[in-house]
């Protein structure tokens, strides 16, 4: 199991990084010498608000989209390790942590499902 | 400055926390919120977003190589998990109903506690003859490696660290740091798990506490691509670095100097939020 993890880990973070790099490159061609603003919060467009927003923006080729696909990779790579516990204390007969390690992923879910939704307040 | 010079100006500082951070056990997220905020004069939001996901990229790195080692305690992490998710969800909803200001307060005041632990002593605490019944019933106790061969440990107390791990989770979301002292302070000190083992399951745990909130964040347009990208970027450069360099550095001058460094960040955060710069 904790071999298993630690690819899980090392690969999620691997592949995150790695399509961050890429869209990192594209965005400063782009953009690279236009005047970047964070002094006031306007909040993010809609369509880097939500996976499906994204991966619409990857497909119409957009940087800061394949930036942000990086960024859910990253972040689905902890709920990936959860969602293979599960498995593995199911493997070892464990039931008492197959629920505990349910209860997590169901939180995570939660949180992230809410993301799918878009621009939800 | 235009994007590329920010974009870069951002890498390095990011690369010098991340390096930082892995030699000192801090993380390097800590100090690239306030930095983000005095240095550049990023908004708090934006700051926190961006941090708040290089946050989940030092843990899972870190926790790539202590699981394989045989450090975390995976049994322990899940059940703690419960707590610091819930509480993390419950601290990202928050923190958009919070005025900027106090954030900026409260993550200096976490700043300065951090700092302080940071540069503290950690004698390790007897190891506890039995367990409680709680940690026997979820199978917590376990070994871990040293020198000298596997090292049995029991736990204790595991109701109040599950409240406090709630709390660790409620600040981590609240400020998208991954209140990694916090942590270690409830199983180090509360349930009498070994430091080492504690420090190993608390960086195994921030992953999965960071993306509870980050789905909020996300949602609310506070992760940024232009800004959480050299973040990320620099903070996983420089933990590489860090790591590399771990064995022959000074750990207890270099904890001094980063000491000196969040306390002085900690204070600039707490005089621009009561003076409502921030």
């Known amino acids: 199991m904790e071999g298993v993890i630690s690819i899980l880990l090392q690969a999620g973070l691997t592949l995150a990084a790695g399509v961050v790099l890429a869209g990192g490159i594209c965005y400063l061609f782009r953009h690279g010498t236009s005047h970047p603003d964070y002094r006031v919060f306007r909040g993010e467009p809609t369509d880097l608000r939500s996976v499906a927003g994204i991966l619409h923006g990857v497909a119409a080729l957009r940087c800061r989209d394949l930036i942000q696909l990086g960024l859910v990779l990253l972040i689905a790579t902890p709920v990936a390790r959860v969602a293979f516990s599960v498995f593995a204390f199911a493997m070892e007969r464990d039931r008492t942590y197959v629920v505990i390690t349910l209860v997590v992923l169901a939180i995570l879910l939660y949180s992230l499902a809410g993301g799918l939704s878009g621009g939800l307040r | 400055m235009n994007t590329s010079e920010f974009t870069g100006f951002i890498y390095l500082i990011s690369t010098v926390a991340g390096f930082l951070g892995a030699l000192t056990g801090l993380g390097g997220g800590v100090v690239i919120t306030p930095a983000l905020i005095l240095l550049l004069g990023v908004d708090i939001r934006y700051a926190i977003g961006a941090t708040l996901v290089s946050v989940i990229a030092t843990s899972s790195g870190a926790a790539a190589a202590y699981v394989r080692e045989g450090f975390s305690n995976i049994r322990i992490g899940m059940f703690l998990e419960i707590a610091t998710t819930l509480g993390a969800v419950l601290g990202a909803s928050v923190a958009s109903k919070t005025p900027t200001s106090v954030l900026a307060v409260i993550f200096g005041f976490v700043l300065l506690y951090s700092a302080y632990q940071s540069t503290r002593p950690h004698p390790e605490l007897p190891s506890e003859s039995r367990s409680d019944r709680l940690a026997t019933l979820l199978k917590m106790d376990s070994s871990y490696p040293t020198p000298q061969g596997p090292e049995s440990y029991h736990v204790r107390r595991v109701r109040t660290g599950f409240s406090l791990m709630f709390g660790a989770g409620m600040l981590s979301g609240l400020l998208g740091i991954g209140s990694g002292a916090l942590k270690v302070i409830a199983m180090d000190q509360v349930m009498r798990i070994p430091f080492k083992v504690s420090t190993?399951?608390?960086?195994?745990?921030?992953?999965?506490?960071?993306?509870?909130?980050?789905?909020?964040?996300?949602?609310?347009?506070?992760?940024?691509?232009?800004?959480?990208?050299?973040?990320?970027?620099?903070?996983?450069?420089?933990?590489?670095?860090?790591?590399?360099h771990l064995p022959e550095a000074k750990t207890h001058v270099l904890r001094l100097i980063f000491g000196l460094v969040v306390a002085a960040l900690a204070i600039e955060m707490i005089y621009s939020g009561f003076t409502g710069k921030i």
């Open chain 2, 200 to 244: 190993t399951t608390s960086n195994f745990m921030i992953g999965v506490t960071a993306a509870a909130s980050a789905g909020v964040y996300l949602r609310r347009g506070y992760i940024d691509p232009g800004l959480a990208m050299p973040v990320m970027l620099g903070v996983i450069t420089g933990s590489i670095i860090g790591a590399r």
